[in-house]
Antibody, heavy 126, light 110 residues
Framework: QVQLQESGPGLVKPSQTLSLTCSVS??????????WTWIRQHPGQGLEWIGY???????YYNTSLKSRITISVDTSKNHFSLTLTSVTAADTAIYYC??????????????????WGQGTLVTVSS | QSALTQPASVSGSPGQSITISCTGT?????????VSWYQHYPRTAPKLVIS???KRPSGISHRFSGSKSGNTASLTISGLQVEDEAYYYC??????????FGGGTKLTVL
């Protein structure tokens, strides 16, 4: 059973870079037509898709964040990462990682998320 | 990508049925049969309860069902139980390998 676990600093100063890692256990991050995903939830608000990386290394980003985010994967460590630059208080949120599946392998249409990590709270404050 | 619209809260008594709506556009819900629903207890990992509008993953109670009409998807929970009290989020494929989520609905079981 695949499990995901987020890790990273809980506090980041404004204008700095937020870096989070999602460790995958119980299965390989390579192959399988999955999209490794980051999602966040601002305090008291809904979920926001940040982006994902597929098993070829191709990335897909939310257009509202595209200029500031990078998602990468390290297959040797079986984890993937999120980097968000120039953070502000508006980036304070719970950050979740998840595995997305396509409607059918190779369709390029990831549409459901299972499983998820438990989330990690990141606060942007000086 | 604009968020999908869900009611902020719904409530029901044990044994009753409730329906949570999720409204989008022809660019997301209306354009694809790729709506999923997630149950979320705070400080835990969200859990998939419905995929592809109507499909229940293995292990999900038959009390959970999904549907779609036009640009609106719905999640119905029948025979409400106290443990169903949680937040529920909808999600839709939105083209160009992107997705959009709803704002979430808090279900209270009275």
């Amino acid at each position: 059973q695949v499990q995901l676990q987020e890790s990273g600093p809980g506090l980041v100063k404004p204008s700095q870079t937020l870096s989070l890692t999602c460790s995958v256990s119980g299965g390989s991050i390579s192959g399988g037509y999955y999209y490794w995903t980051w999602i966040r939830q601002h305090p008291g608000q809904g979920l926001e898709w940040i982006g994902y990386i597929d098993d070829t290394g191709r990335t897909y980003y939310n257009t509202s964040l595209k200029s500031r985010i990078t998602i990468s994967v390290d297959t040797s460590k079986n984890h993937f990462s999120l980097t968000l630059t120039s953070v502000t208080a508006a980036d304070t949120a719970i950050y979740y990682c998840a595995r997305a599946s396509e409607i059918y392998p190779g369709s390029g249409m990831p549409h459901l998320f299972d499983p998820w990590g438990q989330g990690t709270l990141v606060t942007v404050s000086s | 990508q604009s968020a999908l619209t869900q009611p902020a809260s719904v409530s029901g008594s044990p044994g009753q049925s409730i329906t949570i709506s999720c409204t989008g556009t022809s660019n997301n819900i209306g354009g694809y049969d790729l709506v999923s629903w997630y149950q979320h207890y705070p400080r835990t990992a969200p859990k998939l309860v419905i995929s592809e509008v109507t499909k229940r993953p293995s292990g999900i109670s038959h009390r959970f069902s999904g549907s779609k009409s036009g640009n609106t998807a719905s999640l119905t929970i029948s025979g409400l139980q106290v443990e169903d009290e949680a937040y529920y989020y909808c999600c839709s494929y939105a083209g160009r390998s992107s997705v959009v989520f709803g704002g979430g609905t808090k279900l209270t079981v009275l």
